[in-house]
């Protein structure tokens, strides 16, 4: 059944919470994050991620370690060479995950700051047609590297770990009213570049990364960024679904829908409620705003939403989107995930990346919801 995209505000709200079946109380998995947290997986989801990740790399793991966004020209992003890392390491891959980091070392790191240049494009020259990084595409990979070097006992990815992380807090966390937050980029995000700067995105702060680094790089204030970003998240949500959006700007003495992005619920936000039920150090009300935005009786949703109005312009159309809001509403509804969505094809790259990362956080920290 589709959803029409006129509906708005109280209407598609009522359309996506009758049959969500949020009564349920959650179901807390823990709260202790240790290097067996993080490398201890569940049998089901471990089962899923090991099928699915070799035609994964297939489709998109060229034989260099370059990963391939089809749905965006074929362009690699530093994002998307940490999610591929994370997935690598958690497969036990190291071949893979050797090649993937030479590329990503040789091609992205080439700044000189110990950060990621961000976007690299096949028959461009130069191929980096944007320097700026993008410090998630930097958490992802230092997430990875601290875990490998764990795995395999490798001192220079601990090492190239350290690196990543004293240059995130370096040049990417900042000091606000909320305390440190981590702006999306080196350049164009604080005070003096927007004019309701800073801005941020929440989608930035990957919570299982911020978990796992705490632990693996005990020098840096990762607590103070998880309480920030928590903190923006319960005031950062408008219009009558209550969402948080793609970009958020903190120059006032509360957060608005930053001035110069729009003003969308779109595919950076669609992320923070894997993020959310990934981490175990954040509570379950976090999630409950989540829960109701894909109804799994009709498959209506999820949908890409107008912050103001609750309007929705479109749907996320691949199983792997609706993938994270099943694991949502695992965690904070107890409701189970649906076996055929972990197993579903996606075709292009982005799904098909979350679905995988969904699996996974399915397999790591919440191996009852399959």
């Not at 260099?64 to 997935?87: C, W």
């Not at 009786?297 to 609750?310: A, K, Q, S």
Request: aromatic share 10%; glycine share 8%; net charge neutral.
């Amino acid at each position: 059944m589709a959803a029409s995209p006129r509906l708005t505000g109280a209407a598609l709200a009522a359309v996506l919470t009758a049959s969500s079946g949020t009564a349920a109380a959650p179901r807390p998995e823990g709260t202790a994050v240790n290097r067996a947290a993080s490398l201890q997986q569940g049998p089901q989801g471990a089962m899923l991620l090991a099928r699915n990740w070799p035609a994964y790399k297939a489709a998109f793991v060229k034989p260099d370690g370059r990963v391939i966004d089809n749905g965006n020209g074929n362009i690699s992003h530093s994002e998307g060479q940490g999610y591929a890392l994370v997935l690598a390491v958690a497969t036990q891959d190291r071949e893979t995950f050797d090649r993937i980091w030479r590329w990503t070392a040789r091609e992205l790191y080439i700044r000189g700051d110990g950060l990621a240049a961000w976007r690299w494009e096949p028959g461009s020259t130069p191929n980096v047609t944007d320097r700026n990084n993008a410090s998630d595409g930097d958490l992802l990979i230092a997430w990875a590297l601290g875990e490998a070097g764990l795995r395999w006992d490798v001192p220079e990815y601990t090492q190239a770990m350290k690196r990543i992380a004293a240059a995130i807090f370096k040049h990417n966390v900042i000091t606000t009213r909320v305390g440190p937050v981590l702006l999306p980029g080196v350049v164009g995000f604080d005070a003096k570049s927007q004019p309701d700067g800073p801005v941020v995105n929440l989608s930035y702060w990957v919570f299982p990364a911020i978990d796992r680094l705490e632990v693996m790089a005990v020098e840096h204030d990762w607590a103070g960024l998880r309480r920030s970003g928590l903190k923006l998240l319960s005031e950062g949500r408008f219009g009558p679904l209550r969402v948080p959006p793609e970009w958020l700007a903190l120059g006032a003495e509360r957060s608005a829908p930053a001035a110069q992005f729009e003003r969308r619920f779109s595919y950076n936000a669609i992320r923070i409620p894997l993020y959310l039920a990934w981490s175990n150090h954040v509570p379950p009300e976090h999630l409950r705003p989540f829960v109701a935005m894909w109804n799994p009786t009709e498959d209506i949703g999820p949908f890409i939403l107008d912050i103001d109005d609750g309007k929705a312009s479109g749907n996320f159309d691949g199983a792997g989107y609706r993938l994270i809001f099943a694991l949502t509403q695992c965690v904070a509804a107890g409701r189970p995930v649906p076996a055929s969505l972990a197993t579903a094809a996606n075709e292009l790259y982005y799904p098909a990346t979350l679905a995988l990362l969904s699996t996974l956080a399915i397999s790591e920290r919440r191996p009852r919801c399959l």
